[in-house]
């Protein structure tokens, strides 16, 4: 018997449920600020028992030069605030080139159960897509 398996960025699963899309966007106010990611109508919360691998991040910036990096932390602060409560830094600062254009990078990282993946800008409004498999 044949089995189908589906690629999300460098994992490979045989469990379509397993897959996970979440959204970051930081309209900054000023550079630093946090906004933990979503899944629908709140943030993303890591279940109990699972790992989420991110294997992609689609991303954009309003202007060339915006940056940011994908971390976790211990809660939900919503979009544009203040830090978390014990950020976990996971990924190199991401620059996009030219504003209004989109820019995908494959990459591996962990979010443990539990926590709350979020995105800090460190410039300008940033968007991103992270997308990865929970198991």
């Known amino acids: ?12 699963t045989d469990t379509p449920g ?10 900054s106010g000023g550079a630093g600020e946090y906004t933990t990611c979503d899944r629908g109508a ?7 028992g699972k790992t989420f691998y991110i294997t992609s ?3 954009s910036g309003d202007a060339a030069g915006a940056r940011f990096f994908i971390g976790y932390g211990d809660n939900d602060v919503g979009v544009s ?7 976990v830094p996971i990924t190199a600062e991401l620059q996009c080139g030219a ?3 989109t820019y995908q990078v494959m990459l591996w990282a962990s979010v ?7 995105i800090r800008c460190q410039t300008s409004v940033v968007k ?7 198991v």
């Open 99 to 101: 504003g209004d254009t």
């Open 57 to 59: 991040v689609i991303f």
């Open 18 to 27: 397993e897959l996970v899309g979440i959204h970051g966007e930081a309209n």
């Open 81 to 87: 605030q203040p830090a978390p409560t014990n950020p």
């Open 42 to 48: 709140s943030g993303y919360q890591v279940p109990v």
């Open 128 to 134: 991103a897509h992270i997308v990865g498999i929970e």
């Open 1 to 12: 018997m044949p089995v189908r398996s589906y690629g999300v960025g460098w994992a490979t």
């Open 112 to 118: 443990p159960a539990g926590k709350y993946p979020f």
